[in-house]
C-alpha cells in the first residue's frame, strides 16, 4: 500500500514548534486588543470571481499561483484563498460592516499558493494581517506600521527595516504609467521575458524585478513620487512626520509598487537580509478603490499581512525565548488502585489553574519510581506531584521542586487544593 504523506509544499506543524505559533499568535492578539483591532475569521475557500476581480487577471497570483476547482454540486468556481484582504473586504460588504463608521480588524490564518516550494515559501503558509477599513487619513497608515514595528521590539526582532513609497492617486498614476511605458519602449532589448509581457499590462511591476540585467535600467526610469500632486505628497509627508516623531527609521524606496490597480497612496515593506531571497517579513498598503472593484460603495482601506514562517526564522535567529508547553506539575503514581483518586485530585488542581501531566500505566503496572522521575524531568515540568503509598494512606502528596534547588520539598494534604496552587503559582 502506498505510504500516505502530506502535500508537498504543505508542511505538518508538531510540536515543540507549534508552540512557538502559538507563542507568536499570543503576542499579536494582546497587540491588537492595545490597538482596539477586532478579530475576523472569513473563510478559505471563496468564489474565484472575488480574486480575479480583486487581484486582477494579469497578477502572478491569478495567472500561476491560485488553486481553483469547480464544486461538485452545482459547478460554482471556488479557490483555496491566496490571500486574506479580498475576503474581509467581502464580508464587510456582504454584512454592511461599515454601516456605522470604521472597523479595525485582524486576521490569522492558512493561505494557498501553487509555486515552487522554497524555504519561508510554501503552497499552504500562515499570514498574519491587520486591516483598517473606512480611515481616510494618514495617522491610520502611521498607526498599522507603528503596531507592526511595536510586535517586532516586542518579540525580539532585529535587523528590520522599513521601506516606504508613495503611489499617488489613480490619475498620478496614470501620468506616471505613460512615462514608465515610454522609457521602457526606448529600450526594450533590454526587457526580459516577464518585463515584455507587463509592459503594457501592468507595467508597474517591472520596477519590481529581480533580473540583475535590468537593474540599470529601472533605477533610471521615472519615479512615481515625481508625479504627485499637492494632496499626495502632503499624505505623505504626514505619514514620515509621524514616524519620525516615534523614532521609527525608515527609507523610502520608489521602486517599492503594487501590482493591483486597487493601491494608492501609501505602500510600505519590512525587509530583512537574514532570510535570504524571501526578504520581505511584513507588506501592507492604502487601497481605497478595493471596495467599489468588489461592486460596493467607495471605501478607504489600508493594512498589512506578514508571513508566520518568516516571523517566526526571524525570531529563532534573534534568540527565541522558551515557548515549550510550560508544564507546572507532573504527577508520579506508584500504586494503579490510586488512580480514582489521584485522577480527582488532579482535576480539581486543574480547575485551579495548574497545568498537569499524569504518568500513565502498561495495563495495571504503573512503573519503577525512577523511571517516573525521568519522564518527569524530561516533561519540563518545575515539579513533581508524588501520590506514594505513604501520602496515600495520609491522604497527602509531596511536592518536589524539579527546577529550583532554592525550593525545599513539601507535603500538602489533598483537601487542601487551594494551598497546592498557591505553591505551585507562586513559583511561576
Keep these: 500500500m502506498e505510504k500516505l504523506t502530506a502535500v508537498k509544499g504543505m508542511n505538518d506543524v508538531l510540536p515543540p514548534d507549534s508552540a512557538a505559533v502559538e507563542w507568536l499568535e499570543a503576542k499579536v492578539r494582546a497587540l491588537m486588543a492595545r490597538y482596539a483591532y477586532r478579530n475576523i475569521r472569513t473563510p478559505i475557500v471563496e468564489r474565484t470571481p472575488l480574486f480575479v476581480r480583486g487581484l486582477g487577471e494579469v497578477t502572478d497570483i491569478v495567472e500561476k499561483e491560485m488553486y481553483c476547482f469547480e464544486d461538485r454540486l452545482n459547478g460554482d468556481p471556488l479557490t483555496l484563498r491566496p490571500e486574506a484582504t479580498a475576503g474581509v473586504v467581502r464580508a464587510a460588504l456582504e454584512h454592511n460592516l461599515l454601516y456605522d463608521g470604521g472597523k479595525r480588524l485582524y486576521y490569522m490564518g492558512p493561505m494557498f499558493r501553487h509555486e515552487r516550494p522554497q524555504k519561508g515559501r510554501y503552497r499552504q503558509f500562515d499570514q498574519i494581517g491587520a486591516e483598517a477599513l473606512g480611515f481616510a487619513g494618514p495617522e491610520v497608515d502611521a498607526e498599522l506600521i507603528l503596531m507592526a514595528h511595536a510586535l517586532w521590539q516586542e518579540i525580539g526582532l532585529v535587523d528590520v527595516r522599513l521601506e516606504l ?136 482601506a489600508v493594512g498589512w499581512a506578514l508571513g508566520v514562517d518568516r516571523v517566526l526564522a526571524l525570531a529563532r535567529g534573534a534568540g527565541l525565548p522558551d515557548v515549550g508547553p510550560g508544564l507546572d506539575a507532573y504527577a508520579i ?14 482535576q480539581a488542581l486543574r480547575a485551579a489553574g495548574v497545568s498537569v501531566q499524569m504518568h500513565t500505566s502498561t495495563g495495571d503496572v504503573m512503573g519503577s519510581m525512577k523511571s517516573q522521575f525521568k519522564r518527569a524531568d524530561a516533561s519540563g515540568a518545575r515539579f513533581a506531584l508524588i501520590f506514594g503509598s505513604d501520602e496515600i494512606k495520609a491522604q497527602q502528596l509531596t511536592v518536589k521542586p524539579l527546577r529550583d534547588a532554592n525550593v525545599s520539598q513539601q507535603q500538602h494534604a489533598l483537601a487542601d487544593l487551594a494551598s497546592w496552587a498557591g505553591t505551585l503559582q507562586s513559583h511561576a
Excluded at 185 to 205: G, M, Y
Excluded at 236 to 254: C, D, H, S
Design 165 to 300: 513609497n508613495s503611489l499617488g492617486q489613480a490619475h498620478e498614476r496614470l501620468e506616471h504609467r505613460k512615462a514608465l511605458i515610454a522609457h521602457l519602449e526606448q529600450h526594450a532589448e533590454l526587457l526580459d521575458e516577464d518585463a515584455r509581457r507587463r509592459l503594457h499590462s501592468n507595467p508597474l511591476r517591472i520596477l519590481d524585478t529581480k533580473n540583475p540585467a535590468m537593474q540599470p535600467l529601472v533605477e533610471a526610469a521615472p519615479k512615481l513620487l515625481d508625479f504627485l500632486g499637492a494632496e499626495s505628497l502632503a499624505h505623505f509627508n504626514t505619514l514620515t512626520e509621524i514616524l519620525k516623531a516615534n523614532g521609527v527609521a525608515y527609507t523610502v524606496n520608489p521602486r517599492l509598487v503594487r501590482g493591483m490597480d486597487y493601491y494608492n497612496l501609501t505602500v510600505f515593506e519590512f525587509t530583512t537580509d537574514r532570510l535570504g531571497s524571501q526578504g520581505t517579513v511584513c507588506a501592507g498598503g492604502r487601497y481605497d478603490y478595493l471596495f467599489e472593484q468588489l461592486g460596493g460603495k467607495p471605501a478607504p
Design 333 to 346: 503514581v506508584t500504586d494503579a488502585a490510586a488512580l480514582p483518586l489521584v485522577l480527582s485530585t488532579l
